[in-house]
T-cell receptor, first 114, second 112 residues
Framework: AQSVAQPEDQVNVAEGNPLTVKCTYSVSGNPYLFWYVQYPNRGLQFLLKYITGDNLVKGSYGFEAEFNKSQTSFHLKKPSALVSDSALYFCAVRDGTSYDKVIFGPGTSLSVIP | DAGITQSPRHKVTETGTPVTLRCHQTENHRYMYWYRQDPGHGLRLIHYSYGVKDTDKGEVSDGYSVSRSKTEDFLLTLESATSSQTSVYFC???????????FGPGTRLTVL
């Protein structure tokens, strides 16, 4: 079955510290992976994606993500967290059997503490 | 922001009434999606469209229907609203599933 897991409902990090938001996936074939961010009362915004190539992908607002095929993971990272990074983060993967669809994880709430 | 709007933004209705939500895009993207967002469930796909008059079901399609008569408009209809359909509904667009989706601002629907 195709699925995306975000094992942490909540991540707390101090401002200025590095942050990691975890994502693991299960999908047939080569994965197309995405990260989105949602600020309160807003729609989701695209951050970055991995389709092929370099395992380290750079995206918007200083975020990056590392694709690890052997661990089927796609963790989101940022070297130095800002209070304004506090939001809900979603990992997503294109469905490996029905290419028209994307499967979203349950989301991780990130709080950056001043 | 991508040119995608949703209407209405907020709606309160009663059980058993029909409700139609509208998604409008100005990007000429082929794919359009309707999701619902509920606490603890993330985003769940209701229906999607891969072209004019071409639609298919998502994982939570029961009780919902959609129509797409023009590239720019994708309508979601709740034939007879139930309290379990109280949710925030998001429309999204994409050139193709290998590319990122752009989301509308959402519609908060309350069914009493």
């Amino acid at each position: 079955a195709q699925s995306v897991a975000q094992p942490e409902d909540q991540v707390n990090v101090a401002e200025g510290n590095p942050l990691t938001v975890k994502c693991t996936y299960s999908v047939s074939g080569n994965p197309y992976l995405f990260w989105y961010v949602q600020y309160p009362n807003r729609g989701l915004q695209f951050l970055l994606k991995y389709i092929t190539g370099d395992n380290l992908v750079k995206g918007s607002y200083g975020f990056e993500a590392e694709f690890n095929k052997s661990q089927t993971s796609f963790h989101l990272k940022k070297p130095s967290a800002l209070v304004s990074d506090s939001a809900l983060y979603f990992c997503a993967v294109r469905d490996g059997t029905s290419y028209d669809k994307v499967i979203f994880g349950p989301g991780t709430s990130l709080s950056v503490i001043p | 922001d991508a040119g995608i709007t949703q209407s209405p933004r907020h709606k309160v209705t009663e059980t058993g009434t029909p409700v139609t939500l509208r998604c409008h895009q100005t990007e000429n993207h082929r794919y359009m999606y309707w999701y619902r967002q509920d606490p603890g469930h993330g985003l769940r796909l209701i229906h999607y469209s891969y072209g004019v008059k071409d639609t298919d079901k998502g994982e939570v399609s029961d009780g919902y229907s959609v129509s797409r008569s023009k590239t720019e408009d994708f309508l979601l209809t709740l034939e007879s609203a139930t309290s379990s359909q109280t949710s925030v509904y998001f429309c999204a667009i994409s050139r193709d599933p290998g590319n990122e989706q752009f989301f509308g601002p959402g519609t908060r629907l309350t069914v009493l």
